[in-house]
């Protein structure tokens, strides 16, 4: 019997979700309990599993594809479960049944980690370097979301739009181009040959460093015992120690109309075979803006809706302005202090994007629109309350010390799911500081020098102490200022918008923070990190000798704005 397998429901309310991970593939036999595939929801994953048993013959959806109740996911060759009476059950599929019969097995780990992104699997890594028995699990790709659907696949597309851009415009470099244009599927395609390159290198160092890794989702059944089912496998886990590295999943706000098949999150931003003509951008955060300068880069019309007074709130207002400005001559469409109110799906197949400024109704009509509000922890299958484990103040994020161990003994966070700063460097920077403290090492995880990145166009990095926040705490600082218009090699690149900004210690020149925006600013801002880590003076830094021409001189020439002489190149 040919049976077409639909999706009936979801978790709480919600009518959608996303395709994730599938873990079956055509030809596949399945029994009743197999997990099939994961679907993204609002407020986490839901793993659909088979109530048949028999042979898949087709899988309808590919990973990334908005789904809805009803719609069809898989074909299967097979029987309904209990649908075959009791001569069926002497009959049918049950010949299979002790080939389909789990295998269960028990296993000892020093440390088991769940969840396989940059702080799981640094975390895993570093534990076996050291000479712990360690156990990874992951239910999808390793690298988690930085990897598969983050970080990585966002910065093979700005190198698209940037490429893109500079042939349209290479006759300003005396190189003459008949025609540009792009196939946004090839550019797709080029995302994931990345993306594949990369997690086979995981892969790879998994299996160098003598790391077991298990493919499914991780439940912790007490502070010893780790469960999880891979394929037809039920594995037990004797834990000495657990590391949670679940990561977070994306918000979607309670508006009305978000269920619309037109709202996407970044994950289906990443697998679209073509680029939307127009597109309304919900967020005008780190994630929205990259993506509003990726689009409009590659021609898209693009309008921001930020709920804010203005785009990348946290930076400094000169940093703001001038990426501000940069976007507005791009053509980038930009609703600041705007709260969307509704999403309306319109005849044509389009969506109306209702928002309030101040009382005043604003409408905008797009072809999709691109939820990018921020992410929440997610948990996975772990029932943090019975195994004694607290969340945070705010209620999201699980709660650690400075050790990253939780609530409960021997178990530690990490990443993401502690809602601390939701960056990969900090996840991996957690990990690490997790197995030292597993292994008998006392260390604590430290968060005053954590350089931020920002690829946009041009790119934005900071870190330390912002001028704003200098000022709030009374500190006498000394701001250095030098444009990236005043730089040879800058120029050479064409590159003529932004700055390197210094800020330092009035009375001891010890730089304490800097922003830059511009060419190259987030490989750039490592060398102020390293400064401020290291408490060095405007002195020190500016007597080594930095070569020329490179956009370093910058930095150099920012820092000698702090100082009594001020900067050589450039004169306000």
């Known amino acids: 019997m040919i049976l077409d397998i639909k999706l009936e429901k979801l978790s709480g309310?919600?009518?959608?979700?996303?395709?994730?991970?599938?873990?079956?593939?055509?030809?596949?036999?399945?029994?009743?309990?197999?997990?099939?595939?994961?679907?993204?929801?609002?407020?986490?994953?839901?793993?659909?599993?088979?109530?048949?048993?028999?042979?898949?013959?087709?899988?309808?959806?590919?990973?990334?594809?908005?789904?809805?109740?009803?719609?069809?996911?898989?074909?299967?060759?097979?029987?309904?479960a209990g649908s075959k009476g009791e001569a069926g059950k002497k009959q049918g599929f049950n010949y299979m049944a002790n080939f389909l019969k789990p295998q269960k097995e028990t296993i000892d780990g020093d440390i088991v980690v769940i969840?396989?992104?940059?702080?799981?699997?640094?975390?895993?890594?570093?534990?076996?370097?050291?000479?712990?028995?360690?156990?990874?699990?992951?239910?999808e790709n390793l690298g988690g979301t930085c990897l598969n659907r983050g970080c990585i696949p966002t910065k093979a597309l700005v190198r698209s739009s940037e490429v893109y851009e500079l042939v349209k415009n290479s006759k300003d470099y005396g190189i003459f181009n008949a025609s540009s244009g792009y196939d946004f599927s090839e550019i797709i395609e080029r995302k994931n040959e990345v993306v594949k390159e990369l997690v086979g290198g995981i892969d790879y160092l998994m299996s160098k460093n003598n790391i077991t890794v298990f493919k499914g989702s991780g439940e912790i059944m007490d502070k010893n015992t780790v469960f999880v089912k891979e394929k037809n496998k039920e594995v037990t886990i004797n834990a000495k120690n657990i590391i949670i590295a679940t990561g977070s999943v994306t918000f979607i706000p309670p508006i009305k109309g978000v269920e619309s098949k037109n709202v996407l999150t970044s994950t289906e931003m990443l697998n679209l075979?073509?680029?939307?003509?127009?597109?309304?951008?919900?967020?005008?955060?780190?994630?929205?803006?990259?993506?509003?300068?990726?689009c409009r880069a590659l021609d898209a019309d693009v309008s921001v809706?930020?709920?804010?007074?203005?785009?990348?709130?946290?930076?400094?207002?000169?940093?703001?302005?001038?990426?501000?400005?940069?976007?507005?001559?791009?053509?980038?469409?930009?609703?600041?202090?705007?709260?969307?109110?509704?999403?309306?799906?319109?005849?044509?197949?389009?969506?109306?994007?209702?928002?309030?400024?101040?009382?005043?109704?604003?409408?905008?009509?797009?072809?999709?629109?691109?939820?990018?509000?921020?992410?929440?922890?997610?948990?996975?299958?772990i029932d943090l309350e019975k195994i004694g484990i607290s969340l945070n103040d705010k209620g999201r994020g699980i709660k650690v010390n400075s050790r990253m161990q939780t609530t409960a003994e021997n178990i530690y966070a990490v990443g993401d799911v502690t809602n601390i700063i939701q960056l990969a460097h900090v996840a991996s920077h957690q990990g690490l500081v997790a197995v030292e403290n597993i292994l008998g090492k006392d260390t604590e995880a430290e968060y005053s020098v954590i350089p931020s990145a920002i690829f946009t166009m041009p790119e934005i990095a900071s870190v330390g102490i912002t001028e704003k926040t200098a000022k709030e705490q009374g500190l006498s600082v000394k701001v250095g200022k030098f444009p990236f218009g005043a730089n040879g090699k800058a120029l050479t690149q064409g590159?003529?918008?932004?700055?390197?900004?210094?800020?330092?210690?009035?009375?001891?020149?010890?730089?304490?923070?800097?922003?830059?925006?511009?060419?190259?600013?987030?490989?750039?801002?490592?060398?102020?990190?390293?400064?401020?880590?290291?408490?060095?003076?405007?002195?020190?830094?500016?007597n080594t000798v930095h070569a020329h021409p490179t956009t370093a001189e910058a930095v150099h020439e920012a820092l000698l704005a702090t100082t009594a002489r001020g900067a050589i190149h450039f004169t306000e």
């Not at 640094?122 to 370097?129: F, L, N, P, Q, S």
């Not at 799906?345 to 109306?352: A, L, N, R, V, W």
């Open 115 to 139: 969840g396989g992104g940059p702080g799981g699997y640094v975390a895993a890594i570093e534990g076996a370097k050291q000479g712990a028995k360690v156990i990874l699990i992951e239910k």
């Open 273 to 294: 075979s073509k680029l939307p003509e127009k597109i309304i951008i919900v967020g005008g955060g780190v994630i929205g803006m990259e993506f509003a300068f990726i």
């Open 495 to 542: 590159e003529r918008r932004g700055f390197v900004k210094i800020i330092t210690e009035e009375k001891t020149g010890i730089i304490l923070g800097g922003a830059i925006i511009g060419p190259h600013a987030t490989d750039l801002i490592h060398e102020v990190a390293v400064a401020v880590k290291n408490k060095l003076t405007a002195e020190q830094v500016i």
């Open 305 to 381: 809706v930020e709920f804010a007074d203005d785009i990348l709130i946290a930076m400094d207002e000169d940093v703001r302005s001038e990426i501000r400005e940069a976007a507005l001559e791009k053509g980038i469409k930009i609703y600041t202090g705007s709260k969307v109110e509704e999403i309306i799906d319109t005849e044509e197949g389009k969506s109306i994007v209702v928002f309030d400024n101040k009382g005043t109704k604003g409408y905008i009509t797009g072809d999709k629109i691109l939820m990018s509000v921020g992410r929440v922890p997610f948990y996975g299958n």
């Open 13 to 80: 309310h919600d009518r959608t979700g996303v395709i994730g991970c599938i873990y079956k593939a055509e030809g596949d036999i399945v029994k009743v309990g197999d997990e099939v595939l994961d679907i993204e929801v609002k407020k986490g994953n839901t793993t659909f599993s088979s109530d048949v048993e028999g042979k898949i013959i087709e899988i309808k959806v590919e990973q990334g594809d908005k789904v809805s109740i009803g719609d069809v996911l898989f074909t299967v060759e097979g029987e309904k």
